[in-house]
């Protein structure tokens, strides 16, 4: 199932987190109910400045259960969205 993001219902810490992918850093905030996630540009074009450059983008969507779910943001690019590299797992 895909819902909005509330903080009420997501499964992830986004109590000023540090996750990494790839070399890739991934940091996981929330600020007045919303949670965010601050990253490289992942619109920017490789090799060009603004792929060295951070954006934070709130998170909008989250898909899964209340077993598991993945988060999704957008790109900054018309309608479309990405999807964090990470599934979070409920423990219980």
């Known amino acids: 199932m895909t ?3 509330d903080p009420e219902v997501l499964l992830g810490d986004f109590d ?6 790839n070399g890739r850093d991934y940091y996981l905030t929330e600020c ?3 949670c965010w996630v601050e990253m490289l540009d992942p619109a920017a074009i490789p ?3 603004a792929a ?5 983008s709130p998170i909008v969507l989250a898909t899964g259960s209340h077993h598991m779910q993945a988060y999704w943001f ?3 690019v018309q309608r479309t969205l990405g999807i964090l590299p990470f599934v979070f797992l409920n423990e219980t």
């Open 52 to 56: 060295s450059q951070r954006v934070r």
């Open 47 to 49: 090799g060009t400045v």
């Open 3 to 5: 819902q909005v993001a």
């Open 16 to 21: 000023g987190v540090k996750l990494s992918e």
């Open 74 to 76: 957008p790109m900054g």
């Open 32 to 34: 007045r109910d919303v």
